[in-house]
Structures are given as C-alpha cells and as structure tokens.
C-alpha cells in the first residue's frame, strides 16, 4: 500500500467523530480512531496494542463485544458502559479471510447517554400520564363526598378533635366503626386537612377487589404480564396516590396472603407491578377503615398482629348513630338542604316525619339515614312530605316506638307529647332560644311560642 493510501485512510478513520476500533483474533486492538480517546477519556494512541479483555478487567468498558463476536461469529449490536457511566450503542463486525475465518474485528460506537437519558424522562412522563389519566377517570366515576360530617354531640366533637390533630401528620390512622357511620368521610376529612390535601385521595375497597385481581389492581401490571392484560399495562392505585392519600377500606377482608404484600409495602412503600422488573416507590398518607373486630382476628389467626399494629398507630372509633341522637336532626337538616339543590327541588318536612325520622332504629347508621332522606325528596309528590311518604318499615316501627299512644288518643295530642318532649331535651342541651331554634330547626320566636305553651 502507498503511503499516500495510508495517509488518506488515516484521515478518514480520524474523522469520525464516534469510536471505532479494530482488533485482532486475539483482541488485540490494531487501529483506534480519535474519537476512541473522547468517548472512554484516554489516549487513542495508547489503546495500540492493548487487549480488549484487560481493558475489560480495568472497567475500561463493559462488555467486551469482541469476545461475543469471536464466539458467536456474526455481527453484534449491544449497549456499551464505560468506566465513567456513559452509554454506547456498540456494533462489531467480524471481518473474515477467504476460508472463512475472523482476521479482524471492527467495532463502531456512539455515545447515547443522553438519548437513554430522555427516553427514561419519556417514561416517567408516561407513567405519570397514565397516572393522572386513571385518576381522572376515578373521579368522573365516582363522587367523593367532602361534606356531611356532624358533630353536636359530645362523642363525635372528640372523634373530629382527634383527627384534626392527626390530619397534620404523616401517622397511619385507622378507622373503626359499625358499617355506615362515616369512615370514608371522615379518612377524606382527615386528607382534605392534611399538607396532601391537593394530592390524590384513592380509596381501595379491599373487600370488594376480586382476590385473584387483587394485586393487579393495587401494584398495577406491565404489558402482557397474564392473559387478559391490557397491552399497554396499568397503573395501580398505590401509585395513584403518590403525594396523596391512599385509603384502604375494609381491610379487615383482607386475605392472608394479601395481608403479607401490603405489609411489605407499608413498610418499604416500594414494590414491583406485576409482570415488572423495575422497583417503584411511592410517597402517599395511609389511612385504613374497617368494621371488623382485628384484635379479635388477631386472636383467631384471621389478621396479621405485625399489619395490626403498622395500622392502627392512631386508631380512631366512630360512634353508630345510636349513640349520638343529637346528631340526627342536623344531618337530616344538611342532606335535605344538599338533595334539594342537587335536584333541584323544595321540600319540608311536617312534624311526624321529622319524629319519625329522630326515632328510628338506623341500623345502618349514617349511610342509611342519608339515603332515607334523599329517597323522601325523590319520590315525595308534593312539597311538604308527609308520614305517608315514609316507607312501611319506619312507619311499622314508629308504631313500636318510644311513645304508644293510648286507646282514643287524638292525633293532634300524640303529636303534642312528641313536640313537648323534643322541646324539653332541646332545652336540656342548650343554653338559649336561638341555640334551641337551631337545634329543632324551627325559627326562634315559634321556641318562645311553644316553650310557653307547654310551660317549659
């Protein structure tokens, strides 16, 4: 070969701007580009002569593509990372004599550390879109009540005291209370007070959640993770509700086997989607509800002792409505307020409604009381509903009520005794005309009138 040739290959090989070199069958590098020296931060020149498998050894680079394509004999792409972190998108090609056997080996490189970079921020922006995106659609499918939590009595002024106290906080709470007393409004209660409150609030039903989905749902799941998975995975509702609060209900459904994971997480709030490689973690306020004796479960072996005691750091009872009849009169007089505006609609309530309504036996607590009055504004016909707008069974048990009317008793003085007694416990409880007027619903001047009446 002229020296002419070679000069002019020299320039050629220089100005590339990636990395190339050339080795031998025994890996001993035999030309170098000067671009080598910029991409792996030494001298080109002392790259001559040395072997790619010590290189290797000194974290020059790893791996070694001349090695892989010495044994596999075919051209090889791969991602390279040198000793100072960057990436490369190596490619080696094996160059053979004319019986076929590997003389050289000339590899070509470039730097893709910043184009890993972005495609890392790409996936991060696309796990946040599809987080944001499931949220949405949570809160299109399902209203969140934020109001509704009364507290005039004396238990329930304790109850919201204690969980403005800890709304402040990240400390696990957990809920307890008969079904329907208001633990979901009050874990939202506690969120909305909180520094999360402009985070999510998630809230997972833990029984209602299939036990085979379970998972699924809660860690989320990658691309064909199992049959039937949607080809573009899913975000789970942990991960719905980072920087947010993330409120499991019902957890004393909980399996066993489901109890394990969901300890693991609250410990390390980090975890794997199903079918994924990569670990995530999550920063979110746990809150916890259930209407299960887990100290009990604890006992009989149905509930972990090491989830029970993570959860109820600060445990929180809510009172049935049995307990706290002072509350009833304002809740029905918030929700007939709330369903009046909602359908656009006036209704009042007469007197025996109103008692029957303070009387009854809510078994299902606030929950049911709230759909009880919702159903009289639907259903009622006309403005001012009447007892006999009221369904069968609260009409057959206000006939066993607190009050059994005498033989011949008028109406008009069954109706009388009930207001007496309604206006003496009223009184009994506050201080003023004004405090009794807000108390019963009723204006101030019709307290006087009536206090008078009945000589209180």
Same mark, same amino acid.
């Given at each position: 070969?002229?020296?002419?040739?070679?000069?002019?290959?020299?320039?050629?090989?220089?100005?590339?701007?990636?990395?190339?070199?050339?080795?031998?069958?025994?890996?001993?590098?035999?030309?170098?580009?000067?671009?080598?020296?910029?991409?792996?931060?030494?001298?080109?020149?002392?790259?001559?002569?040395?072997?790619?498998?010590?290189?290797?050894?000194?974290?020059?680079?790893?791996?070694?593509?001349? !090695?892989?394509?010495?044994?596999?004999?075919?051209?090889?792409?791969?991602?390279?990372?040198?000793?100072?972190?960057?990436?490369?998108?190596?490619?080696?090609?094996p160059v053979k004599d004319s019986k076929g056997e590997i003389v050289r080996v000339v590899s070509y490189s470039h730097d893709i550390t910043?184009?890993?970079?972005?495609?890392?921020?790409?996936?991060?922006?696309?796990?946040?879109?599809?987080?944001?995106?499931?949220?949405?659609?949570?809160?299109?499918?399902?209203?969140?009540?934020?109001?509704?939590?009364?507290?005039?009595?004396?238990?329930?002024?304790?109850?919201?005291?204690?969980?403005?106290?800890?709304?402040?906080?990240?400390?696990?709470?957990?809920?307890?209370?008969?079904?329907?007393?208001?633990?979901?409004?009050?874990?939202?209660?506690?969120?909305?007070?909180?520094?999360?409150?402009?985070?999510?609030?998630?809230?997972?039903?833990?029984?209602?959640?299939?036990?085979?989905?379970?998972?699924?749902?809660?860690?989320?799941?990658?691309?064909?993770?199992?049959?039937?998975?949607?080809?573009?995975?899913?975000?789970?509702?942990?991960?719905?509700?980072?920087?947010?609060?993330?409120?499991?209900?019902?957890?004393?459904?909980?399996?066993?086997?489901?109890?394990?994971?969901?300890?693991?997480?609250?410990?390390?709030?980090?975890?794997? /989607?199903?079918?994924?490689?990569?670990? /995530?973690?999550?920063?979110?306020?746990?809150?916890?509800?259930?209407?299960?004796?887990?100290?009990?479960?604890?006992?009989?072996?149905?509930?972990?002792?090491?989830?029970?005691?993570?959860?109820?750091?600060?445990?929180?009872?809510?009172?049935?409505?049995?307990?706290?009849?002072?509350?009833?009169?304002?809740?029905?007089?918030?929700?007939?307020?709330?369903?009046?505006?909602?359908?656009?609609?006036?209704?009042?309530?007469?007197?025996?409604?109103?008692?029957?309504?303070?009387?009854?036996?809510?078994?299902?607590?606030?929950?049911?009381?709230?759909?009880?009055?919702?159903?009289?504004?639907?259903?009622?016909?006309? !403005?001012?509903?009447?007892?006999?707008?009221?369904?069968? !069974?609260?009409?057959?048990?206000?006939?066993?009520?607190?009050?059994?009317?005498?033989?011949?008793?008028?109406?008009?003085?069954?109706?009388?005794?009930?207001?007496?007694?309604?206006?003496?416990?009223?009184?009994?409880?506050? /201080?003023?005309?004004?405090?009794?007027?807000?108390?019963?619903?009723? !204006?101030?001047?019709?307290?006087?009138?009536?206090?008078?009446?009945?000589?209180?």
């Open positions: 070969m002229k020296q002419t040739d070679w000069n002019e290959n020299e320039l050629i090989l220089n100005s590339l701007k990636d990395d190339l070199l050339v080795t031998n069958r025994d890996g001993i590098i035999v030309r170098a580009s000067k671009g080598s020296g910029d991409i792996y931060n030494v001298n080109s020149e002392k790259l001559l002569g040395k072997s790619v498998y010590e290189l290797e050894l000194q974290g020059l680079f790893t791996p070694n593509v001349t !090695s892989i394509i010495l044994r596999d004999k075919k051209k090889v792409t791969l991602v390279q990372t040198t000793k100072q972190g960057k990436k490369l998108l190596v490619t080696g090609i910043e184009l890993i970079e972005v495609k890392k921020y790409l996936d991060s922006m696309e796990d946040e879109m599809g987080r944001v995106k499931t949220e949405l659609e949570m809160l299109r499918n399902k209203h969140l009540l934020t109001e509704g939590l009364v507290a005039k009595s004396e238990k329930m002024q304790n109850v919201l005291s204690t969980a403005v106290q800890v709304s402040n906080v990240d400390v696990n709470v957990l809920l307890l209370g008969e079904s329907g007393v208001g633990k979901s409004h009050l874990a939202k209660f506690i969120h909305n007070k909180s520094p999360r409150n402009n985070g999510a609030f998630i809230e997972v039903n833990c029984g209602a959640i299939p036990d085979h989905l379970f998972e699924a749902e809660f860690f989320g799941y990658e691309a064909g993770a199992f049959t039937g998975a949607s080809r573009n995975g899913k975000v789970g509702l942990v991960e719905l509700a980072d920087r947010g609060t993330l409120f499991l209900d019902e957890i004393g459904e909980l399996s066993l086997t489901h109890q394990v994971k969901v300890l693991k997480f609250i410990q390390e709030k980090q975890f794997y /989607r199903v079918g994924g490689r990569k670990l /995530r973690k999550v920063d979110c306020r746990l809150i916890a509800a259930t209407n299960k004796d887990l100290e009990k479960g604890v006992r009989e072996k149905e509930f972990r002792e090491d989830l029970y005691f993570r959860l109820s750091v600060v445990p929180i009872t809510i009172p049935p409505l049995r307990e706290r009849p002072e509350d009833i009169f304002p809740i029905i007089t918030h929700f007939l307020q709330q369903f009046e505006k909602k359908y656009n609609r006036t209704k009042e309530l007469d007197e025996a409604v109103t008692h029957s309504l303070l009387t009854h036996e809510w078994k299902g607590n606030i929950r049911e009381l709230i759909n009880m009055i919702e159903r009289l504004v639907v259903t009622s016909p006309t !403005s001012l509903v009447t007892a006999e707008h009221l369904p069968q !069974s609260i009409r057959n048990q206000e006939t066993q009520g607190i009050f059994q009317p005498a033989d011949g008793l008028m109406l008009k003085d069954a109706l009388e005794y009930v207001e007496k007694e309604m206006l003496l416990k009223a009184k009994k409880q506050n /201080r003023t005309t004004i405090e009794i007027a807000n108390a019963l619903g009723i !204006s101030q001047p019709s307290v006087v009138r009536k206090l008078k009446k009945y000589n209180i």
